[in-house]
DNA sequence: ACACTGCCCTGCGAGC
DNA sequence: TGCTCGCAGGGCAGTG
């Protein structure tokens, strides 16, 4: 599940190979919905001869800048992969589209469930995607004040609200259990019963694991590659996600890890360290 | 505006 | 062996 630090990995491993590659022409196989509304027709004429001028990210969204302002919005969603491979490299089984290179290469993309998305973009809606989305967390704005001003507009569980785009970006299922885990909080307390104190735990908590799992080059559970096609490794710092359904013991006091539903999200905890409470007590 | 639900989509593993 | 079923879940439309 590509959430913040996997689409970061991939943009890293992306942007100093594709900066300044030309595209010389356009290809879908037998899903052309992963261009979303444009046919191939259109995508072809706004994309092929464009230079890519860099690969910038917003939350979850992977952006292939282009020398004429426009752009490229890319989403994996759950089993998105983009790869860079040789031209006579053989496909990935789930293989949907392929954008050639001047270089003889070419930028694939593969998405088993075809959720995922490859939308030619003006400037205007990537400013439009911009503005709906909340805060980088590993940006400036995102400070344990700015945190804690978000939460207490906000009666949703803490974790429906970390898991929504407009309030964060980039935090998904796996950093939010994680992040809710080393902060302690139960996942269904009210956002607005976190304490100021819990709200700069968890602020802490965000970042650290969104940075580890950059530094281990992402999440590697099942389908999430890098453009090389190499797994991540951060699977091996995760210490509740996925846990609950199997209860497996809490690291910290060994009592077995609880899953229960929240937004819909399989979602791991420790009743034990993350003990709820449904009210602030400061 | 906010909170919540259902839908999309397919492979995989469990259970029978 | 082969079937069914539940599960994985990000973003968005629809509802209250």
Redesign the pocket.
Known sequence: ?P?LPEVETVRRSLESELTGRSIRAIRVTDFP?VLGPSTVEEAEARLVGRVIAGISRR??YLIIDLDDETGVIV?L??TGVLTLESRTAPPARFHRLTAELDDGRELRFAD????GRVLPAGRDEINALDARLGPEPLSRDFTPESLLALLR?????IK?LL?D?HAIAGL???YVDEALFRARIHPRTSAAAVTSAEAESLHDAIVRVLLAGIEHRGTSFDSFRDAYGMRGENQHQLVVYGRG?RGLPCVDCGAPLERIII????TSFCAACQPLRQTREE
């Open positions: 599940m959430e919905g939350g979850k989403h969603r759950m088993q469930r075809k959720f507009k906000r009666t949703a569980p429906s898991l785009q998904g299922n796996i359904n937004s819909g999200r399989g």
